[in-house]
T-cell receptor, first 111, second 114 residues
Framework: GIQVEQSPPDLILQEGANSTLRCNFS?????LQWFHQNPWGQLINLFY???GTKQNGRLSATTVATERYSLLYISSSQTTDSGVYFC?????????????FGKGTHLIIQP | EPEVTQTPSHQVTQMGQEVILRCVPI?????FYWYRQILGQKVEFLVS????????KSEIFDDQFSVERPDGSNFTLKIRSTKLEDSAMYFC????????????FGPGTRLTVL
């Protein structure tokens, strides 16, 4: 199956800072999802982004499918942004496959 | 907005016992998924279920596990003879939109095996 690597594994920032999280994947995919896992363990959908760029408030994401990576940008961080950010792609690249997740980036925003 | 629901939110069981975890996926979609997350680790795919049959399963999904759709709305994951290492959060997921495969996750069931 496809391998997913995320970086950095941990990130500590002050409130108001900007950050970029990266997701690399080992083969072609036809979809990619970003999730935020909050302190209660819930997986919150952030973006469904097979390619291109999307923005939602202070968050944006870019996927460059041909180069097999995606970036998640968080601007003007708030303490509520803390948690683990996961990237996930279909197990074998496409269709309605189960998702393979990266190990996540653990983000801590300090007041 | 439609959502995936799961019950119970937390289950404690003794090693060797059977547990059944329940999910009500977003309606009107044929694909359903189960995942697990051991504390502090990444989310791992277990099994996908399409049109009342297993579509795909991972290496983790061995004979100890089974999935069923006992009625038109519920979707269950059964773990026979639980082991300590089965302690994890179990998530159910389903797509919401007919146009794509974006998966939405339930709140999870935290299983603790003693």
């Amino acid at each position: 199956g496809i391998q997913v690597e995320q970086s950095p594994p941990d990130l500590i920032l002050q409130e108001g800072a900007n950050s970029t999280l990266r997701c690399n994947f080992s083969d072609s995919v036809n979809n990619l999802q970003w999730f935020h896992q909050n302190p209660w363990g819930q997986l919150i959908n952030l973006f469904y982004i097979p390619s291109g760029t999307k923005q939602n408030g202070r968050l944006s994401a870019t996927t460059v499918a041909t180069e097999r990576y995606s970036l998640l940008y968080i601007s003007s961080s708030q303490t509520t942004d803390s948690g683990v950010y996961f990237c996930a792609v279909p197990y074998s690249g496409g269709g309605a496959d189960g998702l393979t997740f990266g190990k996540g980036t653990h983000l801590i925003i300090q007041p | 907005e439609p959502e995936v629901t799961q019950t119970p939110s937390h289950q404690v069981t003794q090693m060797g016992q059977e547990v059944i975890l329940r999910c009500v996926p977003i309606s009107n979609h044929l694909y359903f998924y189960w995942y697990r997350q051991i504390l502090g680790q990444k989310v791992e795919f277990l099994v996908s279920f399409y049109n009342n049959e297993i579509s795909e399963k991972s290496e983790i999904f061995d004979d100890q596990f089974s999935v069923e759709r006992p009625d038109g709305s519920n979707f269950t994951l059964k773990i026979r003879s639980t082991k300590l290492e089965d302690s994890a959060m179990y998530f159910c997921a389903s797509p919401q939109w007919a146009r794509d495969n974006e998966q939405f996750f339930g709140p999870g069931t935290r299983l603790t095996v003693l």
